[in-house]
Structures are given as structure tokens and as C-alpha cells.
């Protein structure tokens, strides 16, 4: 089902940031398992014992922003966080999210992805 990047969140926006960094291909990662503690990855047909989440995890959302070169800030309304990064000196892309995690995994995807993305059903709530 295609949905908003904009509207990514929780699940969802962790896989399609999975696939934005090539982790749900085929290939040394295999497909993601969704599980009670959240979405986890494999890797090389292991299961890795942490669930994979840059929507709220610093210690992997944070690298991407640094690597990314993403730049978060606050809103005016003092609940809202934008996240935007310059591709070129045209062409900016801007994202918001309850928090910056979120935007800035939103900005990352809408880079990557564009404005549509296609989960997958049993993703979805």
C-alpha cells in the first residue's frame, strides 16, 4: 500500500528507512521481521537481537543525520520539528515530525524515496 512519506511513522517509517540504506534487499540482509519488541533485521540469516528504530533511537537515527548532513530544528509551534537538507543549491527538502528523529527520518526517506512509498500490508496497523 503506497503511503505519504509525510505520514510515516512508528514501523513503517524504521522499514522505509531500512530500505533507504539498502538493509531490505536481499542480500546480506534479508527481509525485516516485525516481532513484539519491534521491527528487527537480519543479517547474514541471523537475527539481530535489538530492533532497528531511527525514528526513535539516537544512537542510529543520530549517525544518519550527521553522515546525511540533515540540519533539525525547532518549530514555532514548540511541538513540531523540521528537518531539512540542500541536495544542490536549488533544490532543498524539508520534513516534519513530532520529533526530530522523526523528521529528519521523514527527510531521509522523501530524499530517497520521494513523496509515495510502497509498504508492505503486514507492515500496516
Given amino acids: 500500500m503506497k503511503i505519504k512519506t509525510s505520514e510515516l511513522t512508528g514501523i513503517t517509517l524504521d522499514w522505509a ?4 540504506e539498502g538493509k ?6 534479508g527481509e525485516p521481521e516485525l ?9 547474514c ?8 528504530s531511527p525514528s526513535t533511537d539516537w544512537a542510529e537515527g543520530g549517525t544518519l543525520i550527521q553522515r ?9 509551534d514548540d511541538i513540531t520539528w523540521e528537518a531539512h537538507r540542500f541536495i544542490s543549491e536549488y533544490e532543498l ?9 522523526i523528521a529528519a527520518m521523514r527527510c531521509f ?3 530517497k524515496l ?12
Avoid at 24 to 29: D, E, L, P
Avoid at 45 to 52: E, F, I
Avoid at 115 to 121: K, L
Fill in 109 to 111: 526517506c522523501c530524499i
Fill in 93 to 101: 527538502f524539508t520534513a516534519y515530525g513530532s520529533t526530530p528523529l
Fill in 45 to 52: 540469516d541471523v537475527l539481530l537481537s535489538h530492533p532497528y
Fill in 68 to 76: 546525511e548532513r540533515m540540519e533539525v530544528i525547532p518549530c514555532m
Fill in 24 to 29: 531490505v534487499a536481499q542480500g546480506v540482509y
Fill in 114 to 125: 520521494g513523496d509515495e512509498v510502497e509498504i508492505p500490508e503486514d507492515l500496516l496497523p
Fill in 35 to 43: 516481532t513484539e519488541s519491534g521491527l528487527h533485521l537480519h543479517y
Fill in 17 to 20: 528507512v531500512a530500505k533507504c
